[in-house]
């Protein structure tokens, strides 16, 4: 069994750094074709969501809500601040699924050969475990917001007397924008675990981020700012 040299955390930090340098500067010669990619995969996340909202939409028992869009006054930047930050979370437990990724399935096998025993076992162990955590944390989040969604369009629909349909229809500017934004982390993990290049996956997640806050700054001003108006004018 080989012993663990003194400086082994260094070593480990050290190859990570380099691989990650390394899969940035491959993407940086290409940078439409890897954003491309994570962004037609989480698009294609988006719409499926979107289909599932209007579908719990239908099947949900609708009532009166007050709690209704901004539509009775003028547009504020508080508006777009708190849709912001609101967005900001999801996009923050996405990113922590791709982190997650990198950590169980690249960095703590490559510790695995400096330990021993019991310690050895876990870190041999660890990653499926954490996979499984993290997948079934995601597959949760996803439903639950699906679901608070779909019960949220039926009672605007009943409440503003406008269809399931034509509601989402008004929300597609921003939702779709807002939506491939804080799926783009997911969407990198799902390609990377595909292909098993978890060493990818920090890279993926600095680059994701980085791409998805200009994109939820321009939907949360969409949504506040230019939604208001769809909407009255499908209500006129």
Not at 92 to 117: D, I, N, S, W
Not at 172 to 191: D, G, Y
Not at 219 to 236: H, K, M
């Amino acid at each position: 069994m080989e012993a663990r040299p003194a400086n082994a955390n260094n070593e480990i930090f050290e190859a990570t750094m380099l691989e990650t340098r390394e899969t940035l500067a491959r993407w940086s010669k290409r940078p439409l074709h890897t954003i491309g990619r994570w962004a037609l995969v989480a698009l294609g996340v988006a719409v499926s969501m979107l289909t599932a909202v209007l579908l719990v939409s239908h099947l949900s028992y609708a009532q009166y809500t007050s709690s209704l869009p901004n539509i009775m006054h003028d547009p504020q930047a508080s508006d777009a601040v708190r849709v912001f930050i609101r967005n900001s979370l999801v996009l923050a437990l996405h990113a922590f699924v791709c982190l997650a990724g990198f950590m169980a399935m690249r960095a703590l096998p490559e510790q695995t050969r400096y330990k021993r025993g019991i310690d050895r076992w876990i870190h041999q162990h660890a990653g499926r475990f954490a996979m499984v955590w993290v997948t079934c944390a995601t597959i949760f989040s996803i439903t639950t917001q699906t679901w608070i969604l779909g019960h949220t369009v039926a009672d605007l629909s009943l409440t503003l007397d406008i269809s399931q349909g034509t509601l989402l229809l008004t929300v597609l500017p921003h939702a779709l924008i807002e939506l491939t934004a804080v799926f783009l982390p997911l969407a990198a993990f799902l390609i990377a675990s595909r292909q098993g290049h978890w060493h990818e996956l920090l890279a993926a997640t600095v680059v994701t981020v980085a791409v998805a806050v200009p994109m939820l700054v321009v939907a949360a001003a969409v949504e506040a700012y230019v939604w208001p108006s769809l909407l009255n004018s499908a209500l006129s």
